[in-house]
């Protein structure tokens, strides 16, 4: 990465970041405010000192390795900008199946109850309260510092959640849900992705689903059975290679109506059931 000196400019900042352009370009962006119209418009206007050195500690973190969504402190979801910190994963594209499966599920106006377990930053519940005004959400994490985050962006979205500290299912008293949905974690332990990319600057709490990566899907899909109202659905995302394994383990324990669907990338990714009660 290049030094800046007094007389620089945008163009000379973006090109001796040190980055893919789009990366710099979005750091930049999000550490000047602006929209990238702005960057092109004024491409060869001198930046301010103060700037370029928030800027290139910017790229400096990036070219480090760490998430373009932790530097800007945001993330895009489901059209919703989204705050973000390492306390909690980084919401991904792939994850909107999991909100367009659970929409169509409740269709415009409905009032149904909803359980999102492990919320992390509140993503999947703050798009289903943005877009579903009626539903009567309870969002639960185990950390406290992701459920900080997660209120924060249902305050910023004036969205009305009940947020909970629970282990999965062990703080929420026994009741009957329209919906269990979750995006728990589905990696196994020994997974070399996990030391590759943003992996390893998010944390294993919301990323590591034990040996096999299935351990806590397994728990939501038992216990599932006691909060969910007859005719309930429950769904649940997985890796793209645990589709088989899901299914067969939610036709085991009874559920009917068991699917599996893929995501804009066309890979497997999210398990859906209903139970009869």
Request: proline share 5%; glycine share 10%.
């Amino acid at each position: 990465m290049l030094e800046i000196d007094a007389g620089s400019s945008i163009e000379d900042l973006l090109r001796g970041s040190g980055l893919p352009r789009h990366e710099a370009e979005l750091l930049l962006r999000s550490a000047l405010g602006c929209e990238r119209v702005y960057l092109i418009a004024h491409a060869g206007d001198t930046i301010e000192s103060s700037n370029a050195r928030a800027a290139q500690a910017w790229f400096s973190r990036r070219c480090a390795g760490e998430p373009v969504s932790y530097i800007t402190g945001w993330r895009e979801f489901y059209g919703l900008k989204l705050r973000v910190t390492p306390d909690v994963l980084i919401p991904r594209a792939e994850t909107e199946q999991l909100v367009e499966l659970a929409l169509a599920r409740l269709p415009p106006g409905s009032s149904a109850r909803v359980l999102e377990l492990g919320t992390g930053s509140g993503a999947i519940a703050v798009a289903l309260a943005s877009l579903r005004p009626g539903l009567r959400i309870t969002a639960t994490d185990v950390s406290g510092k992701a459920l900080d985050v997660a209120r924060r962006n249902s305050q910023e979205h004036a969205v009305g959640i009940v947020f909970a500290c629970s282990d999965w299912f062990g703080s929420i008293p026994a009741d009957s849900f329209d919906l269990i949905v979750s995006n728990a974690p589905y990696v196994a332990a020994g997974d070399p992705h996990l030391e590759r990319g943003d992996l390893r600057f998010e944390p294993r709490l919301a990323l590591v689903g034990g040996d096999d990566g299935l351990a806590c899907i397994r728990r939501i899909a038992a216990r599932a059975r006691q909060y969910l109202r007859p005719g309930g659905s429950l769904l649940l995302e997985h890796g793209y290679d645990q589709a088989e394994s899901c299914v067969v383990l939610l036709r085991e324990l009874g559920y009917t109506d068991v699917a599996d669907f893929r995501d804009l990338a066309g890979l497997p990714r999210v398990s859906t059931a209903v139970w009869g009660g």
